[in-house]
């Protein structure tokens, strides 16, 4: 995984860039002043980032960079091409830091759109098709095989019946679904995501998946 060092280097954030402390600071400055840049919660990062503070950019970094690669490598399934959407996502943060609003959402919200959304471009443009990875993850089985639900079905999210169900769900519970069983993201991945407790996504799909089990149950198929 790169480090913060090599990611500032490859976004050519050179040293004009970096809001350094003065050429004669000593070197228990630059150690408190790094602290206490660790110190700040990722709302005040975002605000010294717009302001151009690189240096804000490399904690930011440091502190999520790993999971934001755990995300690209569950969509991508390929190391290289997720390394680089990790340096593009954060290096898109860089760029438009001035735009976050914390209203909307969380930095770590925001910057895991940043980079779901760069893996959808990445399967656009090299034609590859998501794979459904949904499990439930309390008892280590899957969902859609563990109910005896005709898995082709699952397999195949063109199918009108299911496609009917999901559009049927509240928004919400429709979310999760969609990340675990299309993105292949774990729940504690979710919560991080989408920003709720872990135990709200938990709720959310243990709904939507009876939900859906009642709809297509309802269509003939056995449970």
């Known amino acids: 995984m790169t480090n913060a060092a090599t990611f500032l280097r490859y976004t050519k954030l050179n040293e004009e860039n970096l809001a350094m402390p003065a050429a004669d600071s000593s070197r228990a400055q630059n150690v408190t002043w790094a602290k206490g840049l660790n110190q700040l919660d990722d709302i005040q990062l975002m605000a010294k980032i717009a302001d151009g503070d690189a240096s804000s950019l490399e904690v930011l970094y440091d502190r999520h960079s790993s999971a934001v690669m755990g ?11 997720a390394e680089e959407i990790v340096q ?18 969380s930095p770590v919200s925001w910057l895991f759109g940043i980079a779901r959304n760069l893996c959808i471009d990445y399967w656009r443009r090299h034609k590859i098709r998501p794979q459904p990875a949904f ?12 109910h005896n639900v005709d898995e082709s079905v699952w397999l195949s999210i063109k199918h009108k019946q299911v496609r009917q169900a999901m559009a049927d769900l509240p928004q919400a519970q429709r979310r ?8 292949g993201m774990t ?3 979710i919560a991080e995501t989408i920003d709720v407790p872990l135990g709200t996504v938990h709720t959310r799909a243990r709904l939507a998946m009876q939900k859906l089990r009642e709809f297509l149950a309802g269509q003939g198929f056995e449970e």
């Open 135 to 146: 499990a439930d993850e309390e008892d280590g089985t899957e969902i859609v095989s563990s």
């Open 88 to 105: 593009e996502a954060f290096w898109r943060v860089w760029r438009n830091a001035d735009s976050f609003r914390k209203q909307r959402g």
């Open 176 to 183: 999760v679904i969609e990340l675990a069983y299309f993105w």
């Open 71 to 81: 995300l690209c490598l569950k969509m991508l399934n390929d190391r290289a091409a």
């Open 187 to 189: 729940r504690q991945e």
